[in-house]
């Protein structure tokens, strides 16, 4: 297991194979935090409203019963969300986050309660300042919490499906012409040289006139350099179109998943 | 080299659909146990899908076939590697009756220290008392307000006191469960400071408890603050100890001394027992909470030697819980 700049967990199995999760921030786990504030709240609401009915019969248990019902949710939300629900509670859904064993592996129990007990120190002296300054300071961005128990908050890595199709249109892609000049393009161009070409075609129109010209020239260039397409498909071919065509051949093959 | 990716792709998918039918499976059903076949039909598509991931990543540039295979076999290897700690059964007796006074032994040093540091705590604010009597106020905090006058005073009021069974009773009983679970299991988290605030959290606990004591001893009031204490103060002070324990387990850890293990492994390794400990601890507190409200503060003179007997009873019946709990001979002796 080796770590990234401080942005994503690589994992390194057994096998040799790696894989990479993005660790989430300060700011968006606080956004988290503050929807599942949100929500304990509203708990304590409905047990209060409830409570008020109870309180017509005893009022000594009623509150009794609040007092209970509230330490419990405050102790107990996340413990429970992320036991149920496997690193995740409500705030953390909406958010797209999710904690996650440090080493990849399957949430334990008693990882779970010990990162929601470590909210005590964490939330010290207010609003979370220690648990902010220990995720701002540690390499793996965790909070004291996440240190005793183990754990990372990773965002949930969504499956890159670009809308492609409807920005590379129906122009036809001429590279197609030569299926074994585009597998080898394939076995050529890594993952993340992919990434910046798509990058590039899905923000065209963010760019000047003038920088999208260079920007569009220089990767076309580099792709150029993978593979040669004969004289006959590249003619007259734009910096942006070869791009394009670049593009559309490594998705073609759309896998639905 | 993959020449031909799409004929790879036709050629491995049923085995990437065969595992990603497996984890959800495994994911709708945490418990189910795999048969041997199974498990290791499990491992063979876990290798060869991290084998084409592989093969992927190297040949091939793309992007969506990549993600997938990564998903799948990052969510395979989890699986694959998780201890056993959702399959296997709790029981949450044998947690209560073996595990927990075993793990309470395995630190006794710990408790030790935890209990040694409330200890000194309690002998500061005893002598800090004798040396300066108008130090009191400092050491007992204003929350208890009833404590600040004269012992002897206090108990002559508390005795001619009505003492009402349902009055508030309940609240009283809760709010104190409450608090003390937290004390007790701040004294583990603060065990993360290197054992620094577990310390100080016992030592401050200590110099409050020693500071009463010597307060209605020196006024002559030791029965009643016997019958006043022990009843719940004989679970409720070691459950603090023991938080504090499962504190001192921690700042150990944080420290690494003795071992050459690291931080995370070092840590990875005490996880159950804090939890463990935490959790006897919570359960004792509710106990103590219950007698607390209930029976405490019923301050009757013709009771006193009753409560201290219960209160010496339950703590003989704690020492002779941690002690003997979960050990072979004494189970074996039960069992026949």
Known sequence: ????????????????????????????????????????????????????????????????????????????????FEWLWKGQTIGKRIMKLQVIDERGMTLKLNQIVLRNLFRVVDSLPVFYLV??????????????????????????????????????????????????????????????????????????????????????????????????????????????????????????????? | ??????????????????????????????????????????????????????????????????????????????????????IARFSPLRWFFSTFPQTFRRHWKAFAVSFGTFLVGAGFGAGMLVNDYELKADFIPGQFGHLSGKPSERVEKEERHEFDYFQSRQTFSASLMANNIRVSYMAMVMGITYGVGTVILLFFNGTMIGAIAFDYIADGQIVFLLGWLLPHGSIELPAIFIGGQAGVVLGRAMFGWGTDLRLRQRLKLIRPDLLTLVAGASLMMVWAGIVESFLSQYHRPQLYSWKILLGSIELIALIMFLYLGGRKKWRKGRDK
């Open chain 1, 131 to 257: 648990g902010g300054l220990s995720c701002l300071l540690s390499s793996r961005a965790q909070r004291l919490g996440d240190l005793a128990a183990g754990t990372l908050v990773v965002r949930r890595k969504e499956i890159a499906e670009p809308e492609l199709d409807e920005l590379l249109g129906d122009e036809v892609n001429s590279f197609r012409e030569f299926p074994r000049l585009e597998a080898q393009l394939r076995q050529r161009v890594s993952a993340e040289e992919v990434r910046l070409a798509v990058d590039a075609v899905l923000r065209r129109n963010e760019l000047e006139s003038k920088s999208r010209l260079s920007v569009y020239k220089e990767i076309a260039d580099f792709f150029r350099d993978k593979v040669e397409f004969p004289e006959e498909v590249t003619h007259g071919l734009s910096d942006e179109q070869y791009v394009r065509n670049v593009v559309a051949t490594l998705f073609e093959r759309k896998m639905k998943i």
């Open chain 1, 1 to 80: 297991m080796a770590l990234g700049k401080t942005t994503e967990l690589k994992i390194q199995t057994p096998e040799g194979v790696e894989f990479s999760l993005p660790l989430a921030g300060p700011v968006t786990r606080c956004a988290a935090w503050a929807f599942d504030l949100a929500m304990v709240v509203v708990l304590f609401q409905i047990i209060s409203t409830v409570l008020q009915v109870l309180a017509i019969i005893s009022g000594d248990m009623a509150m009794a019963l609040s007092i209970g019902l509230q330490f419990v949710v405050m102790i107990g939300y996340g413990i429970f």
């Open chain 2, 1 to 86: 080299m993959i020449l031909d990716l799409d004929a790879f792709i036709e050629k491995e998918r049923p085995f990437w659909d065969e595992l990603r039918a497996l984890l959800k499976r495994q994911g709708d059903q945490p418990n189910r146990r795999m048969s041997i076949d199974e498990a290791q039909r499990f491992q063979y598509l876990y290798q060869r899908a991290s084998s084409d991931l592989v093969k992927i990543k190297t040949f091939a540039g793309d992007v969506e076939i990549k993600n997938y295979l990564e998903n799948l076999v990052a969510r395979a290897y989890s699986q694959l590697h998780e201890e056993s700690d959702r």
